[in-house]
């Protein structure tokens, strides 16, 4: 009797072991690992929880499914009888791993990776064979692979039994999972970086965020993220060995109250998702309004709008003596500004509707138009000159001119303000025009109208506030002296586009363009010959002839070619490309970004003061920052984009990367000290 009784207990304990819900631990270096069963005996038609269960050394770690910038995935190979399945890895919210420069995404302490089974509903055997080979990588400063093969059997019965032991594991298991999230997003990854909006049911306040696609995303750089009511903006630069996007991505997001799993799709090309450093969109409207009527008010100082303003001052100055004329000019030239505004904002619009890559001063990207500024503005000047007078209402201003005449001339010297006033940006025009850009076509329209109406505003006051009218000069024979000086700031801007155009199209086409300049002189002194019945008709033809000769110059002249550095301006700077950023970034240096423009006066002021200076290129050298330069002189859709990041429209623009710190924009007017002030301030920066 007694041995049977012993019989049947070991009978009893081989059983329970054959049938038990884990395979019990295996050991490898610095891990010890099992394979458990959320129930010890199962039923056909049912899904359950497989969990491969980790316990690393302390400091030690397995990696996500995105491992970061180094490290590999735990891979699983299951070997299971017909009719029987397993989903994939259910992957816990990971850890960022930081290993400077280096940032990697896994998992310290214990792990639980789990993996659903499913049973078919006529699953005709008795038990279930379950076999599994795991490979991981477990890593502190060194990393070690490992593998194992795990069997475990799960009887197959009319009742299922939970394993209560696990209870427990599981249960955490679960509470590591991120949570799925019920939310619509989109991503990007142009210009040289990753962006997503994400649109939340309920507004949550997020940290940080893990992208699951692999190789992706710079996983040790800055990221970005703001919010804007239920809308989240996320952005990081993208991975140095980036080739590709999937269409669909996982995205795990670190809130306050949870981790949460989001699913993102990519968006169209047209679609713009635009992140701002230190600025989020949700800014008042109002005070941008504000920000472009000031932007627009100091346009007026900038030195490519002046030689144009100094002719409306002049005919304001000459009317001073008929106030209803006065205020007629002044309402005419701020007609011309504001609609010349509107109209430049709705090409942009449907431009970029169109899928062009364009922004503020586009119209200087092309070698043509500005060689059809240079005519005008040389013209302009000789008409000042006295060589030839084009009737709008500038010239013999104390004269009685028709009303009409006048506020015709009032008008288009409006819109030439505004077309030569686009090379220039005004500081806090920056900010306005790049909140525009992401806004809807009205109110992008708006800001383009405080924008014009900051730009007329010192006319207004001159032609409607009595006050302010009578501080003008008496007019009189000096009137007419000053007019022939105001032709040489024509003529100097003149002299500054024909630089321009050299510098897209190159010497030989800058030399053409010279030629067409004699055309429009000859044309000029035919005309003013006819004005003045010197000429007949014979001089009108040809008048005529020479300027369609100097209009089709341009259009034959050489293709412009990209401008490239000089072998010695190599040492100071190098040329912008996003994937040098994302290089620069990735070993963990700091870069400061120029983007400008041959035809910005403003970008070209602050290199020679601020950039360019013997100070600020020792202040590079101390902290060893690259010097990278973007052209926008001819157009260029990756600046574009560059510029978009930081909801700019147009150059100057000046960031500076420090590691391990968000980027930084200088300000858009810079002083001697700028760049050597703040690098010594982040320098100190813990």
Known sequence: MPKLIALLLCSSMLCSVAFAASTGWQTARHLTAELVSEYQQVTPGQRLQLALHFVPDPHWHTYWKNPGDSGLPTKLSWQLPDGVSVGDIQWPTPQALALPPLMNYGFEGQTILLSELQIAADYP???????????????????????????????????????????????????????????????????????????LEVKKEVSAFFVAQSELVDHAAVQQLSVDGTQLLLQQPLNTYFSSAPEQ???????????????????????????????????????????????????????????????????????????????????????????????????????????????????????????????????????????VQFGLGLMNSGSNLAAAKGSKGAFFTGVLAVVVASPCTAPFMGTALGYAVGQSAAVAVLVFVALGLGMALPFLLLGLVPAVARLLPRPGAWMDTLKQWLAYPLYLSAVWLVWVYGRQSGVDAQALLLIGLVC????????????????????????????????????????????????????????????????????????????????????????????????????LALYDVTYLKGDWTLRDAAITDYLRQYQRDGVPLYVLYWPGQAPEVLPQILTPDTLATTLERLSRQP
Request: some cysteine; proline content about 5%.
């Open 249 to 387: 991505l996982e995205l795990v997001l670190i809130a306050d109250d949870a981790a949460y799993s989001v699913q993102l799709s990519r968006a169209a090309p047209s679609t713009e998702i635009l992140i701002t450093q230190g600025q989020h969109s949700d800014t008042a409207l109002w005070l941008i309004l504000l920000l472009a009527a000031s932007g627009g008010v100091l346009l007026n100082l900038m030195p490519c709008v002046f030689p144009v303003l100094s002719l409306k001052a002049l005919s304001i100055a000459g009317n001073s003596q008929h106030r209803r004329q006065q205020q007629r000019d002044a309402l005419f030239y701020s007609l011309g500004v504001v609609l010349s505004f509107v109209a430049l904002a709705l090409l942009l619009i449907t431009l970029r509707s169109a899928g062009a890559a364009i922004g503020w001063g586009f119209q200087l990207q092309s070698p043509y138009l500005v060689a059809l500024l240079v005519y005008l503005l040389f013209a302009l000047g000789l008409s000042l000159s006295g060589v």
């Open 125 to 199: 055997a008795d038990s279930i064979q379950i076999q599994l080979q795991a490979d991981w990588l477990v890593c502190e400063e060194v990393c070690i692979p490992a593998e194992a093969q795990f069997s475990l059997t799960l009887p197959v019965a009319a009742q299922a039994v939970p394993a209560t032991d696990y209870a427990d594991l599981f249960s955490t298991a679960l509470s590591r999972l991120p949570k799925p999230l019920s939310a619509a997003g989109q991503f990007d990854v142009s210009g040289g970086a990753f962006s997503a909006l994400i649109n």
């Open 520 to 619: 429009i002189a000859a044309a000029c002194w035919l005309w003013g010959r006819k004005q003045l019945a010197q000429a007949g008709t014979v001089s009108s033809v040809l008048a005529l002839m020479l300027l369609l000769l100097a209009l089709a110059i341009p259009a034959v002249a050489p293709a412009p070619t990209a401008q490239q550095p000089t072998e010695n301006s190599l040492s100071h700077w190098q040329p912008w490309s996003a994937e040098k950023l994302q290089q620069l970034r990735a070993q963990g240096k700091p870069v400061l970004v120029n983007m400008t423009a041959d035809w910005c006066i403003t970008c070209l002021v602050n290199e020679r003061v601020a950039l360019n200076t013997d100070s600020s290129k020792a202040a």
